[in-house]
Structure formats: C-alpha cells, structure tokens
C-alpha cells in the first residue's frame, strides 16, 4: 500500500462518528411533557425526601417509604410496603405494561451518617441555595429515587402505552448491610424485573478528555473478599523485644503484599469506554484510545497513575487496621491485619485466597476470610444498555455514554446472580468537586442537572418499556 493511500485510510478510520440521537418515539413523547412544570416538581420532590432523616444506623427508611407512598397516592399509582424492621420498610410500586419482563428503577431510601460539625448547610431541611439542592443524600442516592418516581408519575399521567411493566424499587439497608435489596432478590420471581437501572456510574466532563462528558455506565462491580490475616508468635512483654513476635511477623507480611508485582488487566468493558470516548473524539486520539498496542502504549500509564482508573484495572489488597495487645507493654500472641481486597471479573475469591498465602508464604500467618463474592458482569449489548447509552448523548456533541466496571459495590451484585440485566447510572452531570459530597459533607445537586437528568432517564424509559 502505498503511504498516502494509507494515511488516508487511517484518518477515515477514525472519523467523528455523528452523536447518537433520540428513537422518534421518545422525541414524541418527549413533546408532550412540560419540562419546566415537571421539573419544578421534582426539585420540590426531592426536597421534602431530603428532609425524611433516614441516616443508616439506624435507617428509618418507613420514613421514607411514607414519603414516597403518599406521592404514589396522590398519583393513583399501586404500591405496597415490605416490611423488613420495625420502622424500616421498602416500597415496590408497579405501571402496568405488557407482557415482556419487566424493568425495575432501583434506588435505596437510606443514607450514610452526618458529622453536622462539618457541614455548613443543614443535612436535612431540603435547603435550596445558589441552583443547588443541599442534603445528606442529594447524590447518593435520593436524587436518583426521586427522579424514578417523577418518571413514574409522568408515564402515568401521559398515559404511555407500555410493552412491559415498569417498577419503582426503593429499599432500605443498601449502605450498611444490603437487606433490602437480598429480601427483595429472595421474592425476584414476584418481581420479575429482566432488567435494572441503579446507581452505579455518574456523568463527569474532563474524566477521560478534556471537556469531554463521560457518563460511565456500570455493568459489573469488582468481586470482594474481606479477610483477616492474623499472625501468631511469642508473646511476652514489651520491654524486651525478641524474635518471632508476632507484630513483627504481621509487619513483613503486609511488607510481601504491598511489593507484589501488581497485573494489568484492561478488561473488554474499560477498552469500550477508551475506544468510544476516543472516536468521538476522531482523529488520532481516536486512533490511539481504540487500538489495544497503542492503549498499552499511551493510555495505560495515565490510568495506573490516578488511584480511582488504577483501580479498574488492577485486582487491590488494601490493608484497612491493625489490632493487636490493648495494653502497651503487652506482646501480644497474635496480631491482625483486616484486608479489603477487590477483584476484577474474572478472579475469584478462592483464587485472590491462594495469592494471599503465596504472597506471605508464611506458615505462622493465617487467613480468616469474613465475607465476599465474585464479580458477575451483566454484558453491554443489550436493548437497555443501548437505550440508555442512545439518550444520554442525544445528539450532543463531546458527550459519550459506555459501559464500565464499577470499584465499589451497590444493591446490584445481588440481582446479576440471579440473571438480571442491572445498569449503574446516575443521569446527572457532576463535578468533580461536588463528588466528594457522597459520603462527604455538604452534600448536594444541581437544580439545573436534577431536571436534565429527569428528561435523560424518562427519555431512556420511554425507549425501553414505551409500545
Ligand atoms: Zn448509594
């Protein structure tokens, strides 16, 4: 081939691809809502759920559930409590549809603890100020409930033909010990949603490209195991150091396990998510995000290099405490590590068990797993995924929605055991700024993105369950 022929080749190769756009049928529907009115709704929505204290310990999530409840009331929408503990219930409500599985909206009522010393907004008073909506549970994961139910209140009240049932889920206990979400999985059948959207992933611009939106969607969560690694030795007292302590045993190691040679694992869903944020971008940008030698050329060190990309492609051991003597001059017989170690798809607890004991080789350190699961991916071509791959970007330009392994863990990990499709998106825009709010203080969410969002998640709603 000769090398202009080539070149341009190439450079038609990675040519901008035109924005995917909304189905006509979604555009139509679209129409029909007043978006100013509907969304003026929801920000009042939202607000009176921000005020329904449902902090986890100890939950309260009836609070919620009656909160919600009297929305669905006053919408002529069914719905029934599941009980769970005294004063903590979840809600399932029902639009009914056809006879094609159901879709499920998923979000939990409860939300983490308050240090109000450190807030300089009231957590829970649904305070507007500057465009912003402020309160524990204003990204995670209210926001989102809210936006499911006012899409429920606008396919009931447009009337929207649908081809299957559409579900609003909201459960108590996903942010301490996910029962909610396991007494729903036990009555599934009841349920009988084939697919999920739930948190998961959330858009942020500049993650990958500069001023470029990345809406990540989350089809997997990387496996856990939780385990103590526990070293036993000579006990004695602490004036007189000796040999075989063990602290000090413990100490080399959590010294193996930190200089491990760590693997590399860009899986299929990472390198979809590079290769479309790389051709919408075009050119050789694109080129160079889309070819696997390039990837591990160019793209890989930048993602080793930021703790949180880091993360999706390299299994973790994470050493989170240490115990050992309570008193001071005590050597203790043993002493404990507790470890959070994640895995990628395709490793297993057992087999992230077995480089544990290799990499301490160690016949005086033991394992005590305390919990985990393996990663279950839900795949990415799929009418849901494109649904809502299709309506985030609708024609925008600099915007990409694709699929992506989430680090952490969600209700979801107990759905995709059972073969549901679950989605993880949050259909806002946030920064990064504001990101730290989840977990963090000061908690809260664009009054603009809130209503962008509630159109995004009708739209993809519409696409996927409307006739
Ligand atoms: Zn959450």
Redesign the pocket.
């Known amino acids: 081939m000769r090398p202009l022929l080539s070149l341009a080749l190439f450079l038609a190769g990675c040519a901008h691809p035109p924005p995917q756009v909304a189905l006509p049928k979604v555009v139509a529907a679209q129409a029909k809502v007043d978006w100013d009115a509907s969304g003026k709704e929801l920000v009042d929505l939202l607000a009176g759920y921000l005020m329904a204290d449902t902090t986890n310990p100890p939950g309260n999530e009836a609070r919620g559930v009656d909160y919600l409840g009297a929305v669905l009331d006053r919408e002529g929408i069914p719905w029934e409590r599941v009980p769970l503990a005294p004063g903590r219930d979840s809600l399932i409500a029902r639009l009914e549809g056809g006879d094609k599985p159901a879709l499920c909206l998923l979000s ?1 009522i409860d939300v983490v603890p308050v240090e109000p010393e450190r807030w300089n907004k009231p957590a829970f008073s649904g305070l507007i100020e500057d465009g912003y909506l402020y309160g524990r549970g204003a990204l ?2 209210k926001s989102l409930g809210a936006m499911e139910l006012q899409t429920m209140v606008l396919l009931k009240r447009q009337g929207v033909a649908l081809d299957r049932d559409v579900v609003l889920l909201a459960v108590a206990d ?2 301490v010990d996910n029962q909610g979400a396991r007494q729903l999985a036990a009555m599934w059948d009841k349920i009988g949603c084939s697919h999920v959207i739930n ?1 998961g992933g959330i858009g942020v611009r500049g993650a990958l490209l500069d001023d470029q939106l990345v809406f990540p969607v989350s089809i997997t969560e990387k496996g856990n195991l939780w385990v103590k690694m526990i070293a036993s030795g000579t006990p004695g007292h602490g004036s007189t150091p000796r040999p075989d302590q063990a602290p000090d045993r413990l100490l080399a190691a959590v010294e193996k396990l930190k200089a491990r040679d760590v693997d590399v694992d860009i899986q299929p869903a990472m390198r979809e998510m590079l290769k479309r944020a790389g051709q919408e971008q075009g050119g050789f940008v694109g080129f160079v995000m889309s070819h696997r030698a390039t990837v591990g050329l160019f793209v890989k060190p930048k993602l080793l290099a930021n703790p949180v990309t880091r993360a999706t492609i390299t299994n973790t051991i994470n050493v989170t405490g240490f115990s050992g003597a309570s008193n001071m001059n005590v050597v203790p017989a043993e002493a404990t590590a507790q470890l959070d170690c994640r895995m990628l798809p395709g490793t297993t607890t057992d087999q992230m068990l077995a480089t544990l004991r290799d990499l301490v080789d160690d016949d005086q350190v033991r394992f005590e797993v305390v919990g985990g699961g393996d990663a279950v991916v839900t795949p990415w071509e799929d009418p849901l995924f494109e649904a809502i791959a299709r309506n985030l970007v609708d024609g925008h330009d600099h915007v990409v929605a694709a699929p992506f392994i989430s680090v952490g863990s ?1 209700d979801s990990t107990y759905l995709r055991p059972l073969g549901v499709h679950a989605y993880g998106i949050h259909p806002i825009e946030v920064s990064e700024g504001d990101l730290v709010g ?1 977990h963090g203080d000061n908690e809260r969410v664009s009054v603009a993105e809130l209503q962008q969002g509630l159109r995004r998640l009708y739209s993809i709603v519409v696409d996927f369950a409307a006739k």
Request: hydrophobic content about 25%; charged content about 50%; aromatic content about 0%.
């Open positions: 939990h995670d994961m996903e942010e948190e969600t989840m």
